[in-house]
């Protein structure tokens, strides 16, 4: 039952289709698709992440595109009025995408599965935030989703970075829906948060530790003074499905239960 062709617009409703076994269903992905590999080499691709090749996706027939966030709202409005039922959701905290994993599978007909998923992602964060609850010390951790201008972390991540045991540095921009609303106009607001790590995850591109560390005014943060500048590759955080939850709450969890070793 359900949608029988999907095309999926970003990579979280094509991740979790294939972890719930539906991936037969998926007749395009994103261009930005890398998890899992198998789709990325089976799926044609139809859309990058603010653009779509409408023409494309017609041929295709679908019988639902799905989305994610504001952002895509125009590639929405194209197959809206060229008669393609589209979902977009907007989901951005961890409990959020809980649940985005249980109305997609609910969607295709397999909502059984699909809570079987959710409460499995579910019981390793508990695990993961149980292990944090037992650090000596939490250290401060600025995230930075994009570095000109300065683009601070998302909802969910910075929710990941508190069950991994740190202290989410600007947790005021965090809670912004739009990433507008997280550009940091001035790198003072960063500095005065002394982040004991540097997380950066450039959204697309390789994180330069060297250019933050040549920043005006940033030679005496404790992430810089320390060498605390670490990259977590943005397919493993900054796409709201079941990767975040895990390989990059890992990833957040090896290097902040590390700090704390070293700092015990």
């Given amino acids: 039952m359900g949608p029988q062709r999907i095309v999926c617009l970003t990579e979280e409703p094509t991740e979790t289709l294939y972890l719930l076994g539906e ?14 590999p198998a789709a990325r080499k089976d799926k044609p691709k139809v859309s990058a992440f ?38 977009i959701s907007n989901h951005r905290s961890v409990e959020q995408i809980l649940d985005y994993i249980r109305r997609l599978g609910a969607l295709v007909g397999v909502p059984t599965k699909a809570a079987t ?50 202290h989410e540095a600007l947790p005021h921009r965090a809670s912004q829906p739009l990433a507008k609303d997280r550009i940091i106009a001035d790198a003072a607001e960063v500095i005065a948060t002394a982040p004991d790590i540097i997380i950066g995850s450039w959204c697309g591109k390789r994180f330069r530790p060297e250019h933050v560390i040549a920043r005006p005014g940033w030679q005496n943060v404790p992430a810089i003074r320390d060498g605390e500048l670490y990259e977590v590759k ?3 955080i900054l796409q709201p499905g079941p990767a975040a939850l895990t390989d990059g709450l890992a990833e957040l969890t090896r290097i902040i239960h590390g700090w704390a070793a070293r700092h015990a």
């Avoid at 991936?23 to 899992?36: D, L, M, N, Y």
């Avoid at 779509?52 to 809206?80: M, N, Y």
């Fill in 50 to 87: 603010t653009s779509a090749k409408v023409d494309r996706i017609l041929e295709l027939k679908p019988d639902i595109a799905i989305g994610f966030s504001d952002i895509q709202a125009d590639i929405a409005q194209a197959l809206i009025k060229a008669g393609v039922e589209v979902w």
């Fill in 234 to 236: 943005s397919p493993l």
């Fill in 117 to 166: 998923l959710a409460d499995t992602l579910a019981r390793g964060l508990d695990d993961v935030r149980e292990a944090s609850s037992r650090l000596s010390r939490r250290p401060t951790v600025y995230f930075e989703e994009w570095d000109e201008p300065l683009i601070s972390g998302i909802r969910w991540v910075s929710e990941l970075i508190e069950i991994a045991g740190g």
């Fill in 23 to 36: 991936q037969e269903r998926i007749v395009g992905i994103s261009g930005f698709t890398v998890r899992p």
